[in-house]
């Protein structure tokens, strides 16, 4: 494996572990049992994934590589065992948008080597960064991250939307993966130091 291969991997289980680690923070806040976080690790972490591997009919990554669950369920421990303090959840939500740009970039990457056209490739992405906090937050009976204002699922579309356009212009791989890393998390970094979000709907309430 080259060295852009062994970042991609090392990307691919770090983005598992903050997910996971998210999961199990959703769980922390209602404390769940250990066996809850790591349920709720495990979906999050290789929920999107999973959706992806169905979708674009690949066999499922963490199923021959089980090691993938395991990285989720050490990040469920991980809460378990330190607590989730302000300080720590603050830390969390800084990898989990560095886990949201790489996803999207890995999930993209995927879908356009198996063939996958580039406008389903970026939904790929997409969804490989995003529908594991939608199951987390279904779970959890938190408010969807698909519902809320804050720039979530648009800096992942950027992301992958940017990586799959340069990779279509044959760019280097380092580059292309690269430059949509970036531009998810610049993005992300925004909405979280700013208060960016998407202008909601202009027109007016119908009554009643």
Known sequence: MDA????LTILDYA????FGASGALAAARQKHDIITFGFFAAVTGVGGGTLRDLLIDAPVFWVARPEYIVVCLVGALAIWLLGWGQGRERLLLWLDALGMAAYAVVGALKATSLGVPPVSAVIMGVLTSTFGGVI???LAHEPS??????????????GAAVFVGLHGLHLPLAVS???????AFIVRAGAILFGWQMPGFPGRAPPG
């Open 4 to 7: 852009l291969g062994q970042a």
């Open 15 to 18: 983005a598992v572990a903050v």
């Open 136 to 138: 987390r937050d279904v």
């Open 145 to 158: 991250i698909l519902l809320r204002r804050e720039l979530y699922v648009t800096p992942a579309l950027i």
């Open 177 to 183: 993966g690269t430059t949509g890393f970036l531009a």
